[in-house]
C-alpha cells in the first residue's frame, strides 16, 4: 500500500489511547454518517505497544483520592468489562491495603465509590483487617494495617494481548496502523497544524491526536508549547515557572514462582493486591532494615508474565528533562530498569505480607523489567486540545487503565464536550483548579 500524503485524523502512538481513540473514533463517525475507520491513520515510530503500553503491569483499579478520577476509572473498567475475552481482562477484583495515616482518605474513597455504584467493601481497624485478611489468605501477615479498601471491580488485563484485540478492534473498523513511521515536525497553517512530518514523508491531516506515553515531551517541544508553566496553588499564590514534564523510572519485576502459588485459600485466582505501611522493612535475606520509611508494593499472580509480578513506589529521574533518554525504551534501557537492590526490597515486601514468599528470592526473574513514564506537574493527566486541531493527551502515565479515555476523547472530536475529562484540561494550572493529593507514597494515587 502506498504511503498515505492525507488523512482527516491523524494519531501520533499506537500505545493504549492512540488505538482506543482510533477503535472509537471509527464507531463514532459511522454512527454520525460522518465517515469512518478508513478516514483515520495511526502512526508509530516502531510498532503495536511499543512504548508503555507494551510494558504496563496491567493494573485496573478505581481506588484514587481525587473524585475525577473516580469517576473517569469507573467509565474505562465498563470498557474492560465490554470484552474481557479481546482484551485479556482479568475482574479478579483490587485491594488497597493502608495504614492509619491513609484511613480517612481511603474511608473518603469508599463513600464515593457507594455514591458512583462502584461496588466495594471497606474494613477498619488492625484486627479486622487481620481476620479479612487472613480469611483470604491463610498466611497474610503484613503489620500496621488499619484498612483495607477491597474493589470488587477491576484486576487487571495482559498488555500485549489486550493491545492486539483494541488494534483488531480499530482495524475492523477500517483504521490503518502504520508501523516504523516516526513523526518529527508540525507544519503549522496559522493557528492549526495542516500536517505531520515523518520520516517517510509528509502526510496532510484535518486534525492531530497525540498519544505519544513517555514521549509526549518530544511532541509538546515539537508543536512550540511551553517548556514550564504557572500554578495557582490552593492558597492563591502562583508558583511561576514549574517544568511542565518529569520523568519517573518504574519498577516492576517478577518473581518467578508459579502463579498459582497465590491462590486464595478457597482455591481462587485473589485480587490484585495494593499494600501501603509504615511498618518497618526488613530483609528476607539476612534480617537488615531496608526502609523505615512508609513504602508500598503491588502484585498479582500472572500467567503471561510467568509468575507473582508486580512492582513498588516509582523514583523521580532527576537528570534535566531535556537530556533524559527515553529512547530505547524498557526492558531495552541501559539506564531505567530495575536491579538487585530492586528485587531484594520487593521480595522482602512480598514475605513481609505473606509467609509463602520468604525464602523464595532466588526465583526472582533476573530480566530487565521496568520504565520511564513522563508526569506532569501536579502528577494528574493532561487531556486537551492545542494549536486549534491537536488533541493532546498525555496520561501523566495513569493509563494503562483507561483504556475509556480514548471513547470521551472521540466524542470531543465529534464536537461534545465530556464532562468527565473537563477537570484534566491544561488550563487548571493558571486557574489553581488542582486535584486534591492523597497521603499514599505513590504519585499516581
Ligand atoms: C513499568 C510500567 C508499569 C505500568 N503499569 C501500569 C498499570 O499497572 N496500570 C496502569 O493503569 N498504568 C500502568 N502504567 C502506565 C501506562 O502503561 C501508561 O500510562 C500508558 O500505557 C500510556 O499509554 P500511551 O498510549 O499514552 O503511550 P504508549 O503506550 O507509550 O504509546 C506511545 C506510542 O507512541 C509512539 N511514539 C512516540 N513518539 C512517536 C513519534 N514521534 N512518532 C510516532 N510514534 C511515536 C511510541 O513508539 C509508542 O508506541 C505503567 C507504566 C510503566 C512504565
Redesign the pocket.
Known sequence: MAFPTHTKYLI????????STAWHLAKELKARGKGDGRDILV??????????????????RNNYYQPAMRELMAECVAVWESDPKAFSYHPVGYMQISPEVMHAGCAEIYEQQKAIGYTSSFIEGEADCMKYMKGIFSDWRAKGITNVLHEKKGG?SN?TRAMYGLAGKAEAEGVRILTG????GFKADGKGISAVE?DRGTIQCDQVIV??????R??WDMLDLPKTVDIKGRDGTMHRNIPMWTYWC?E?GTLGVDPDLQKTNEGKMPPVIHVDTDAPLHSDVDGSLITDKMWGIYYKPDFHFGGVQG?AMPYKVETPVDKVAVDP??PDSPDFIVGDDFAHMWCSALAFCQERFSGQIAKWKKEP?????CFTPDNFPVFDRFRDNVYI???S??????IGVGKLVAKELMGETSRILEPFRFSRYAEGKLHPTSSSPFPWS
Request: hydrophobic share 40%; glycine share 24%; aromatic share 6%.
Open positions: 501520533i502512538g499506537a500505545g493504549i489511547h492512540g488505538v502512526i508509530d515510530k516502531t510498532g503495536i505497544a511499543a512504548g508503555a503500553s507494551g510494558v504496563a503491569c496491567g493494573v485496573v487487571y498488555q513511521v516516526k513523526a518529527t515523518t498519544g505519544a506515553g513517555p514521549w509526549v518530544h511532541i518504574l516492576e512492582g525504551y524498557g523489567s521496568g520504565g520511564l513514564g493527551i498525555a496520561d502515565n495513569h493509563g494503562w487503565k483507561m
